[in-house]
């Protein structure tokens, strides 16, 4: 089936330190999926951070960066050096490319970004 | 701005009684969905709308109903609402397409069930 597994959190980095939030996803039943990366802020709701619709291509924002590897199935988030406002919930979700309302997230993960 | 605003931010309810969850957008977007979130899940899909008068069932819509009486506003019924249902529930709408789009979500209603 379609799925998405990410790194299991709490993740607890340094401010400063670089940071790397595995995604891989299994599209089975998706040609061509759309991949996603939302985050969480304390209080409010999930927001876009980056979005990479075609294989072998990479997003960025923020700072972040993902690259959509249709080889090794993967989309990890990197950040050379984060910061404490980086704190927060990052979910990794796979969009399907013809029903619009298919779309997979994984369970999130716990980002703690110490001063 | 464009937003996506969901009324109450917490509820408490009883075992068996009625919720109404509610959801309004200001991004004139078609699609609407509503989410619940709960530890050790990702977010699962309960209902979701392709506009004014149409609901649809998502992945786990059992003990739910959804109602869109217009192209601004979605709403997620409890008829019987139950302890199972305590969770945090999303809101969100996206532009129509064939395919997936980036949602815009809302701040999430804390629904607890006692």
């Known amino acids: 089936g379609d799925s998405v597994t990410q790194t299991e959190g709490p993740v607890t980095v340094s401010e400063s330190e670089s940071l790397i939030i595995n995604c891989t996803y299994s599209?089975?039943?998706?040609?061509?999926?759309?991949l996603f990366w939302y985050v969480r802020y304390p209080g409010e709701g999930l927001q876009l951070l980056l979005k990479?619709?075609?294989?072998?291509q990479k997003g960025s924002s923020r700072g972040f960066e993902a690259t959509y590897n249709k080889e090794t199935t993967s989309f990890h988030l990197q950040k050379a050096s984060v910061q404490e406002s980086d704190s927060a919930v990052y979910y990794c979700?796979?969009?399907?490319?013809?029903?619009?309302?298919?779309?997979?997230f994984g369970k999130g993960t716990h980002l703690h970004v110490l001063p | 701005e464009a937003a996506v605003t969901q009324s109450p931010r917490n509820k408490v309810a009883v075992t068996g009684g009625k919720v109404t969850l509610s959801c309004n957008q200001t991004?004139?977007?078609?699609?609407m969905y509503w989410y619940r979130q709960d530890t050790g899940h990702g977010l699962r899909l309960i209902h979701y709308?392709?506009?004014?008068?149409?609901?649809e069932k998502g992945d786990i819509p059992d003990g739910y109903k959804a109602s869109r009486p217009s192209q601004e506003n979605f709403s997620l019924i409890l008829e019987l609402a139950t302890p199972s249902q305590t969770s945090v529930y999303f809101c969100?709408?996206?532009?129509?397409?064939?395919?997936?789009?980036?949602?815009?979500f809302g701040s999430g209603t804390r629904l607890t069930v006692l």
């Open positions: 990479v619709i075609t294989a072998g």
């Open positions: 969100a709408s996206a532009p129509p397409g064939r395919s997936a789009e980036t949602l815009y």
């Open positions: 599209a089975t039943s998706i040609a061509y999926p759309n």
């Open positions: 979700a796979l969009g399907h490319d013809t029903n619009a309302y298919k779309v997979i």
């Open positions: 709308s392709y506009g004014a008068g149409s609901t």
């Open positions: 991004n004139n977007h078609n699609n």
